[in-house]
């Protein structure tokens, strides 16, 4: 290891990463870190790399210049099969949903189960008291509210259901950071509350760490500031917040033109003079 | 100058390295024999029926027009021979490819184009499968597998259909059409006639899904992929018959 390689404890880590698109710079100089348990709140326009910036974490898209560092592996260079067991640690939602349309609900939570080698391997029953993967898809289920359907098509399933379903997928596999991509555009603010309020007991129950795009400013502000009470399943406000002393595992970056334009806490969000900055405040004032 | 053909060497580098990983991951586990015998079906028994029905007109038709050409020179009666030649050389592999590719390398480009703008690809991608692996090897395997098949089928109606326009309208018999339509049949031409469906199969496969996999812009560009993989593959079909054709008449 050399003395510039990431603590093994971060969870993230871009280094001055750009991407590239044939001139035009979808990732323009991007470097943050993301450490166990903290959530990063994206806010951007269509179009300033929010997307590009989960894909790129992912290794679904490999930068132009500089290093992602995923759970202390340097994944900048790494080949498509070998990325497949360090992706099994990462759930993500994708903007689309991503829903195979093909597969049931059921068989769709079933997936990265039973195809990432990783997870395929922990799962044979070669251990008492091994959770079966039917098990676990519908403990999946349950903790999205969908359990009753679990042979239904996404293509039967409302917009809201599609999201919760594609929440499920992602947390079948208890993974260690979570990548949500817009996961309350177009949903009614009842549904997109009902979303969030998931989040916060996904990040509750398995303390993951969670990088989130959105165009919400409310969705910030409640996963700032609510969390999920496991004994009375209702989300309550947070008693100590970060401004009052409480450590801050929450924090905001705005994004223009693949540039990360601020990145703070909620309350120097809300000081920042910037207009662009601004624009996401007025736009969704909590 | 250099800008201008920067676009089109790009694909068809993008192009090789799909086909390459394509043809290698065939060797390579994980397989997905539930998907390539699902793709069998559609592109095999689901193209049959529309395979049939124009080999046998194309029989028919050419039966018909060689027959009046061949009177001139009194020689109607070797009317089976030329249609078996035709057919079998080159009548039911490209007729055939041109029908499958119209059929299945717009269905693959669809449904491949569909599940890259809805983000599929991406998260099979995530969720630890290689889309080539499990979308396009198995396309490419079915494909290459079904069209000698359908081609040899073709070839068989289309002969069968010029079996009956000699005997009910040129007063042949169809035993003398037969026998004539099979001796003039050389290996070298039965090779040809079974090459070029499996070299159509793999660049219809392969065009199919290399656009579907590089489609953008919603449901306008699955609609873009779909009329290019169509176009594309037609036009390759007829390039490599005119290769294969030179190649083994004047080797």
């Given at each position: 290891?050399?003395?510039?390689?990431?603590?093994?404890?971060?969870?993230?880590?871009?280094?001055?990463?750009?991407?590239?698109?044939?001139?035009?710079?979808?990732?323009d100089h991007v470097s943050f870190e993301l450490g166990p348990g903290e959530t990063r709140i994206l806010f951007g326009a269509a179009g300033s790399g929010k997307s590009t910036l989960?894909?790129?974490?992912?290794?679904?898209?490999?930068?132009?210049?500089?290093?992602?560092?995923?759970?202390?592996?340097?994944?900048?260079?790494?080949?498509?099969?070998?990325?497949?067991?360090?992706?099994?640690?990462?759930?993500?939602?994708?903007?689309?949903?991503?829903?195979?349309?093909?597969?049931?609900?059921?068989?769709?939570?079933?997936?990265?189960?039973?195809?990432?080698?990783?997870?395929?391997?922990?799962?044979?029953?070669?251990?008492?008291?091994?959770?079966?993967?039917?098990?676990?898809?519908?403990?999946?289920?349950?903790?999205?509210?969908?359990?009753?359907?679990?042979?239904?098509?996404?293509?039967?399933?409302?917009?809201?259901?599609?999201?919760?379903?594609?929440?499920?997928?992602?947390?079948?596999?208890?993974?260690?950071?979570?990548?949500?991509?817009?996961?309350?555009?177009?949903?009614?603010?009842?549904?997109?509350?009902?979303?969030?309020?998931?989040?916060?007991?996904?990040?509750?129950?398995?303390?993951?760490?969670?990088?989130?795009?959105?165009?919400?400013?409310?969705d910030g502000h409640l996963i700032s500031n609510f969390r999920y009470n496991p004994s009375s399943g209702a989300v309550e406000r947070i008693s100590r917040p970060a401004e009052d002393?409480?450590?801050?595992?929450?924090?905001?970056?705005?994004?223009?033109?693949?540039?990360?334009?601020?990145?703070?806490?909620?309350?120097?969000?809300?000081?920042?003079?910037?207009?662009?900055?601004?624009?996401?405040?007025?736009?969704?004032?909590? | 100058?250099?800008?201008?053909?920067?676009?089109?060497?790009?694909?068809?580098?993008?192009?090789?390295?799909?086909?390459?990983?394509?043809?290698?991951?065939?060797?390579?586990?994980?397989?997905?024999?539930?998907?390539?015998?699902?793709?069998?079906?559609?592109?095999?028994?689901?193209?049959?029926?529309?395979?049939?029905?124009?080999?046998?007109?194309?029989?028919?038709?050419?039966?018909?027009?060689?027959?009046?050409?061949?009177?001139?020179?009194?020689?109607?009666?070797?009317?089976?021979?030329?249609?078996?030649?035709?057919?079998?050389?080159?009548?039911?592999?490209?007729?055939?490819?041109?029908?499958?590719?119209?059929?299945?390398?717009?269905?693959?480009?669809?449904?491949?184009?569909?599940?890259?703008?809805?983000?599929?690809?991406?998260?099979?991608?995530?969720?630890?499968?290689?889309?080539?692996?499990?979308?396009?090897?198995?396309?490419?395997?079915?494909?290459?597998?079904?069209?000698?098949?359908?081609?040899?089928?073709?070839?068989?109606?289309?002969?069968?259909?010029?079996?009956?326009?000699?005997?009910s309208f040129l007063s042949l018999s169809i035993s003398y059409y037969w026998s004539t339509a099979w001796m003039v049949l050389q290996y070298n031409d039965l090779v040809q006639g079974?090459?070029?469906?499996?070299?159509?199969?793999?660049?219809?496969?392969?065009?199919?899904?290399?656009?579907?996999?590089?489609?953008?812009?919603?449901?306008?560009?699955?609609?873009?992929?779909?009329?290019?993989?169509?176009?594309?593959?037609?036009?390759?079909?007829?390039?490599?018959?005119?290769?294969?054709?030179?190649?083994?008449?004047?080797?």
């Amino acid at each position: 290891m050399t003395p510039d390689s990431p603590r093994v404890e971060q969870v993230l880590r871009f280094d001055d990463v750009t991407v590239d698109f044939g001139g035009t710079l979808a990732l323009d100089h991007v470097s943050f870190e993301l450490g166990p348990g903290e959530t990063r709140i994206l806010f951007g326009a269509a179009g300033s790399g929010k997307s590009t910036l989960l894909k790129t974490a992912l290794g679904l898209i490999r930068p132009s210049s500089g290093r992602v560092f995923l759970f202390g592996a340097d994944i900048t260079d790494l080949r498509e099969h070998d990325l497949f067991d360090i992706r099994a640690r990462v759930g993500i939602l994708f903007q689309e949903g991503g829903l195979f349309d093909s597969l049931t609900v059921a068989e769709n939570v079933a997936y990265p189960l039973l195809n990432q080698r990783a997870l395929r391997q922990a799962i044979q029953p070669n251990g008492a008291g091994q959770r079966t993967v039917d098990q676990r898809v519908r403990e999946a289920l349950h903790f999205v509210e969908l359990d009753q359907t679990l042979e239904k098509y996404p293509s039967e399933l409302s917009g809201g259901m599609r999201r919760r379903a594609g929440i499920a997928r992602a947390v079948v596999t208890e993974p260690a950071l979570m990548l949500y991509d817009s996961p309350t555009a177009g949903l009614d603010p009842i549904t997109a509350n009902t979303i969030i309020a998931l989040i916060l007991k996904e990040r509750e129950m398995l303390n993951t760490a969670a990088l989130l795009v959105t165009h919400r400013y409310l969705d910030g502000h409640l996963i700032s500031n609510f969390r999920y009470n496991p004994s009375s399943g209702a989300v309550e406000r947070i008693s100590r917040p970060a401004e009052d002393g409480g450590r801050v595992t929450t924090k905001f970056f705005v994004m223009k033109e693949g540039r990360i334009l601020f990145q703070g806490s909620e309350r120097e969000l809300q000081a920042a003079s910037d207009p662009y900055v601004q624009k996401f405040l007025r736009h969704g004032s909590a | 100058m250099l800008d201008i053909l920067k676009p089109p060497v790009e694909a068809f580098q993008d192009f090789l390295i799909l086909s390459v990983r394509a043809i290698r991951n065939i060797f390579r586990a994980p397989h997905y024999p539930d998907d390539i015998f699902q793709q069998m079906d559609i592109i095999g028994v689901g193209s049959l029926p529309i395979v049939m029905l124009i080999g046998l007109f194309s029989g028919v038709v050419m039966t018909m027009q060689m027959a009046r050409g061949l009177e001139q020179y009194g020689a109607r009666e070797q009317v089976g021979q030329i249609v078996s030649i035709a057919l079998v050389r080159e009548l039911g592999p490209v007729l055939t490819a041109v029908l499958v590719a119209g059929r299945n390398a717009s269905g693959i480009a669809s449904e491949l184009g569909s599940m890259k703008v809805t983000e599929q690809i991406d998260a099979m991608r995530a969720l630890g499968t290689d889309p080539i692996q499990k979308l396009v090897t198995p396309r490419l395997i079915a494909t290459a597998f079904v069209l000698p098949l359908l081609t040899i089928i073709a070839d068989f109606i289309g002969l069968a259909g010029g079996a009956l326009i000699a005997y009910s309208f040129l007063s042949l018999s169809i035993s003398y059409y037969w026998s004539t339509a099979w001796m003039v049949l050389q290996y070298n031409d039965l090779v040809q006639g079974l090459i070029k469906p499996f070299v159509f199969a793999i660049v219809i496969a392969l065009v199919g899904c290399f656009y579907g996999m590089r489609t953008t812009g919603g449901t306008q560009g699955v609609g873009r992929a779909t009329t290019n993989a169509v176009v594309v593959a037609s036009v390759w079909i007829f390039v490599i018959t005119s290769m294969i054709t030179r190649i083994f008449l004047y080797q």
